[in-house]
């Protein structure tokens, strides 16, 4: 067995022709010593002609590409090597088909290991916020694409029919998207939820069973609040975007939106002088916003059985939580201070 193997090597080294298969032989070295360079190099010229579009090819991208340039560099080798020697045909057509497979694979590694560092690099609003939802599943599903495309054009080189197997990949995947139509509508909500800005990690908000919480994470089917007393809920994309939202971390300023009831023996007086009080207040206070934008109203609204309604509308500067509450306390204990300094009583709790 051996012997024949032999004889068949020694009865093809002879039918070859001396300078093409040293040529072979030296392109194949040259493609796998030089592949390095040679990849560096057409990767710098790629840069310098991406910066002369306005674009950069930065480090990243660099790296990522470099096995893939490579593996192109000595496939090309080969592909030039198979053509100068003498190969029986079957055998040649067997090799060639295993070049030009690799040389697939080469270019779509290359897509497949650019696609994170490309990702990474867009810092677009649309870009961060899918990056939200599941951790970059936007990049996953890329990814997931190009070795889809990679398979099939591997299969084509080979002269595979995939018609067969693409039907029955079809039948099973219109069971698995019907099985899976839930989930597919809350990740298209979760989608819609990001793109149209509605919330996004860290915001407080309050959905519309009155609930309020903190959004600590968006993923493909839910999203995770923090409620206030600190227990957690998973609450479907698809609720999310079908329901009212009210964020709070999207407004500027925090408003104090009070009713002071006064007894009802508080005399005109009174009622006057604790209003200006409170004016006079805000207006010296710097924790106070005042403008047309946002206005500050304080007025005796109505009078009714708990007494006389103070009405107490104004915005604070700041919308820091914590800084907030100082800023309310000031002036709650500002408003004691002025009933009491005119004589006049609360009838109920401030609210």
């Known amino acids: 067995m051996e012997d024949g193997i032999l004889q068949q090597l020694l009865h093809w080294f002879e039918i070859q022709n001396r ?21 560096k190099l057409s990767l710098a010229i790629g840069a310098w002609v991406v910066k002369g579009l306005g674009a950069t090819l ?6 990522a590409l470099m096995p893939a340039t490579m593996m192109m560099y000595t496939s090309y080798g080969w592909l030039i090597a198979l053509n100068l020697l003498v190969l029986p045909d079957s055998f040649s057509e067997v090799l060639e088909k295993i070049v030009f497979s690799v040389m697939i694979a080469a270019v779509f590694s290359a897509v497949y290991e650019v696609i994170v560092p490309l990702g990474k690099a867009l810092n677009t609003e649309k870009m961060i916020g899918a990056k939200n939802l599941g951790g970059d599943w936007v990049l996953k599903v890329a990814q997931v694409v190009v070795v889809v495309l990679a398979v099939a054009s591997i299969l084509e080189i080979w002269e595979i029919n995939i018609g067969s197997a693409m039907t029955g990949l079809g039948v099973f995947g219109a069971a698995m998207a019907f099985a899976a139509q839930d989930f597919v509508r809350n990740m298209i909500a979760g989608m819609s939820n990001m793109s149209e800005g509605r919330f996004k ?21 839910s999203t995770l609040i923090r409620k206030t ?55 010296e206070s710097d924790d106070f916003l005042i403008s047309a934008d946002f206005p500050t109203r ?11 309604m103070l009405f107490v509308y ?17 002036l ?8 009491q300094t005119s004589g006049a009583h609360f009838s109920r709790p401030l609210t």
Do not use: C
């Not at 300078?19 to 990849?39: C, M």
């Not at 930065?58 to 790296?63: E, N």
């Not at 500027?252 to 006079?280: E, M, S």
């Open 58 to 63: 930065t480090d990243d991208l660099r790296t």
């Open 229 to 283: 007393d600190q227990s957690t809920a998973f609450l479907p994309n698809g609720d999310l975007a079908n329901g009212q939202i009210v964020n709070f971390t999207t407004r500027a300023h925090r408003r104090i939106y009070w009713t002071v009831p006064l007894r009802g023996d508080t005399t005109g007086a009174q009622v006057t002088a604790i209003r200006d009080g409170i004016l006079k207040f805000v207006d």
């Open 314 to 330: 104004v915005f604070t500067q700041t919308n820091e939580y914590t800084e907030f509450l100082g800023v309310q306390e000031d």
């Open 201 to 221: 990690p860290g915001d407080f908000i309050q959905l519309e069973n009155g609930e309020m919480g903190t959004v600590e994470r968006i993923e493909l089917r």
């Open 332 to 339: 709650v204990l500002k408003v004691v201070d002025l009933v």
């Open 298 to 308: 304080v007025r005796a609204s109505t009078v009714s059985n708990d007494g006389i």
């Open 19 to 39: 300078d093409n298969l040293y040529w072979a032989v030296g392109i194949l070295l040259g493609a796998y010593l030089l592949r390095n360079p040679l990849a």
